[in-house]
Each structure stands twice: as C-alpha cells, then as structure tokens.
C-alpha cells in the first residue's frame, strides 16, 4: 500500500513522515527534487501474539510505503501543482497535513496560523491540477490523437468530471458507474484519491482536545466523510526518542493509547476498507492485507499467483478462537478449525493455510 503525504510548507509534513517511517530525512522551509519515501510496519498486536508463540525465524508486518513530496507553495522554482504531486501517481491514498501547532521558532509562511485557510488553499490546487489534465484529455481527443472508438466514452466522462471540478468538487465525492470509476483509473485525478486529513497540534491543543478552526474542520471533513486524525508531531518524536520499555508509561501520562503510525494505520484501514489474515509457522508469521470481501482464492493470490491457480482448500480458525484454544494443535481437537472453499469471505484475523496444487 502507497500513501501520499502533502501539504502547505511549515505544517509538519516530513516530520510526520519521519515519525512513522524512521527514515531521518530533513525537515524545514525549502524544496525537495526528489520525494522522500520510505516504508513503515503497520503495529499490530496479533502479529506480537502469533511470534511469541510460534518463535519463527521471521515476523514480517503488513506495510504502508509513504512518499513525502515538497510544500506546496512559494518558492517553487516555475513549478506548477502537478509536478510536485508527480511522485504520488500511483497512491492508494493521500493524507492532507494541516497545520494547526503554534511556533515562534517555525512560523507560518503565511504570516498566521489559520488550518481552514489552509486546508481550502491546497484543495483548490488539488482541483485546478485536475482541470488541467482534463483539459489537455480534451484536446488531444479533439485533435484525434486518441483511438476512435474510445472518444466517446472519454468525452463524457470527461465532461462530468469538469462539471464537479468546476465548482470545486472534488472527483472522491462524485458517484460514478462501476464503469465509469474503472475507466477513470486510467487517469491520474488527484481529487479521485480518497484522501485523510492530519492535524498536526501542538502539546497544550493536544492535552486540551481542542484547536482554533476545529469545529469548522470537523464540518468539512464530516460532510466529505474524510477521516480527520489529530496528531502532535513534536510530542511523537519525543516519544520515538525514547527506550520502546519508557514509552507506554509516557504515552499514559498524555493520555495516549497508540503511537501516530497505529492510529493512521487503523484510519487508513477503516476508511479503504482493508482487513488482514495471517499465516503462521516456525519459518514465518506474516500479515496480509486485502480489501474487505475478498474471497480465499483472490486472498490465496496475494501470496503467489500460483497458489491462487492451484486453490483446493483453505483451512482457516479466526484469531480468537486460535487464542482461546492456546494452539493450532487445540483449535483443530476442539473443532475450531474448519477447511474452507474458494468463495468463501475472509475475515480480519483470520488465520489461513492455503492447500493448492500446481
């Protein structure tokens, strides 16, 4: 899984990147050539359980890859929107950082600290990128630089997406046809992205739960059905910067139950709608990701395409009952492990041995 991290300049982006990837890369005003990407594990407390038990020579978590791209704004060099945004083509999401943290020593390009300014600012950009690119479809397909028999069907499509671009609505809010969102994959519209909002806080917004502008953000967020994660990027860092035995009881003290990267993770999860199921042994406990209502066939293919060719059965037992039993081998002589067919659903925490034949 890809996610995009943006933003305007001075909002915390690259240090958000930092704090969930440990990726060092440096932070201030200025503009990055290239994009930072790094890789994150997904924490997942089930994984913890399935290693100890099993002591496997390897424990690999589901990962999310972010790519980090410069700020948005001044200083660009003559570079316009879709340039910087180049590096996030291929995203599964985006998250919107906004910043809301007051600083004497990182103030605010613009002067003042205002996240709902912001936040429509870099909206707008989003939007006027994707006019752009809708506008040069239709050239070239007025000019007949495209196949015949695909310019009708571009053209309209392309028509009512500038019908919502026009009025600043975002792609992500459009209802299209299961037709027309597959034909519109072929595009790169970044306001199609689903997308998440960070606020990033400062220590005495995160303590109290509240920030300028937060009733106003919460509206447009509710309103998009946008997921709006509030985050304190100074405060994780500190956490980060301590032995992993120091930080449970710091994190008490702040009323914190999870780091940034699980929080963002499980946000993430809820909101693309993906689950994962496990696969266990003395050689490896791993964690796979798919989306909701896959069947054990298309999840068999995640691991190898052949697998999911050669399907004959799955034996599956939901992590619950793998942990009431205590053991695979207690899970099986109490009847909680059953053989599944291909078109059966997987479920969050399953865990699965494929049976196949190639």
């Given at each position: 899984?890809?996610?995009?991290?943006?933003?305007?300049?001075?909002?915390?982006?690259?240090?958000?990147?930092?704090?969930?990837?440990?990726?060092?890369?440096?932070?201030?005003?200025?503009?990055?050539?290239?994009?930072?990407?790094?890789?994150?594990?997904?924490?997942?407390?089930?994984?913890?359980?399935?290693?100890?038990?099993?002591?496997?020579?390897?424990?690999?978590?589901?990962?999310?890859?972010?790519?980090?791209?410069?700020?948005?704004?001044?200083?660009?060099?003559?570079?316009?929107?879709?340039?910087?945004?180049?590096?996030?083509?291929?995203?599964?999401?985006?998250?919107?950082?906004?910043?809301?943290?007051?600083?004497?020593?990182?103030?605010?390009?613009?002067?003042?600290?205002?996240?709902?300014?912001?936040?429509?600012?870099?909206?707008?950009?989003?939007?006027?990128?994707?006019?752009?690119?809708?506008?040069?479809?239709?050239?070239?397909?007025?000019?007949?630089?495209?196949?015949?028999?695909?310019?009708?069907?571009?053209?309209?499509?392309?028509?009512?997406?500038?019908?919502?671009?026009?009025?600043?609505?975002?792609?992500?809010?459009?209802?299209?046809?299961?037709?027309?969102?597959?034909?519109?994959?072929?595009?790169?519209?970044?306001?199609?992205?689903?997308?998440?909002?960070?606020?990033?806080?400062?220590?005495?917004?995160?303590?109290?739960?509240?920030?300028?502008?937060?009733?106003?953000?919460?509206?447009?967020?509710?309103?998009?059905?946008?997921?709006?994660?509030?985050?304190?990027?100074?405060?994780?860092?500190?956490?980060?910067?301590?032995?992993?035995?120091?930080?449970?009881?710091?994190?008490?003290?702040?009323?914190?139950?999870?780091?940034?990267?699980?929080?963002?993770?499980?946000?993430?999860?809820?909101?693309?709608?993906?689950?994962?199921?496990?696969?266990?042994?003395?050689?490896?406990?791993?964690?796979?990701?798919?989306?909701?209502?896959?069947?054990?066939?298309?999840?068999?293919?995640?691991?190898?395409?052949?697998?999911?060719?050669?399907?004959?059965?799955?034996?599956?037992?939901?992590?619950?009952?793998?942990?009431?039993?205590?053991?695979?081998?207690?899970?099986?002589?109490?009847?909680?492990c059953r053989l599944e067919g291909k078109e059966y659903i997987v479920k969050d925490g399953d865990i699965i041995s494929f049976r196949f034949n190639v």
């Amino acid at each position: 899984m890809k996610i995009g991290i943006i933003g305007l300049p001075q909002v915390g982006k690259t240090t958000l990147f930092n704090l969930l990837t440990e990726a060092g890369a440096s932070t201030g005003f200025g503009n990055k050539d290239k994009a930072n990407i790094g890789v994150a594990n997904v924490p997942d407390e089930r994984i913890d359980h399935l290693a100890e038990i099993y002591r496997p020579k390897k424990t690999t978590y589901a990962q999310i890859e972010f790519i980090d791209i410069a700020g948005l704004g001044p200083n660009s060099n003559g570079r316009d929107t879709r340039e910087f945004l180049t590096a996030l083509q291929n995203v599964d999401a985006l998250v919107q950082v906004v910043r809301a943290f007051r600083s004497d020593t990182v103030p605010h390009f613009r002067g003042n600290i205002d996240s709902m300014r912001d936040l429509d600012v870099l909206q707008s950009e989003l939007v006027l990128s994707d006019l752009a690119l809708l506008e040069t479809r239709l050239e070239r397909l007025n000019k007949g630089r495209v196949k015949q028999q695909d310019v009708e069907a571009d053209m309209a499509l392309l028509e009512k997406c500038r019908l919502y671009l026009e009025e600043e609505q975002p792609l992500s809010q459009v209802e299209f046809t299961s037709e027309e969102s597959a034909h519109l994959r072929q595009y790169t519209f970044y306001t199609a992205i689903p997308m998440l909002l960070a606020i990033n806080l400062d220590e005495e917004e995160l303590i109290e739960g509240a920030y300028p502008r937060q009733e106003d953000l919460s509206a447009w967020a509710k309103a998009r059905q946008i997921p709006v994660l509030p985050i304190c990027g100074k405060l994780e860092e500190e956490i980060i910067g301590l032995p992993p035995e120091d930080r449970g009881p710091f994190m008490a003290d702040l009323g914190l139950r999870e780091t940034g990267i699980a929080r963002l993770a499980k946000a993430v999860y809820r909101y693309l709608d993906l689950v994962s199921y496990f696969t266990v042994g003395s050689d490896e406990v791993r964690a796979w990701t798919i989306t909701a209502g896959m069947n054990a066939r298309q999840a068999a293919g995640k691991i190898h395409s052949d697998i999911e060719r050669g399907f004959i059965r799955a034996e599956v037992v939901g992590y619950e009952d793998f942990c009431a039993a205590g053991s695979m081998a207690q899970a099986k002589e109490k009847g909680l492990c059953r053989l599944e067919g291909k078109e059966y659903i997987v479920k969050d925490g399953d865990i699965i041995s494929f049976r196949f034949n190639v």
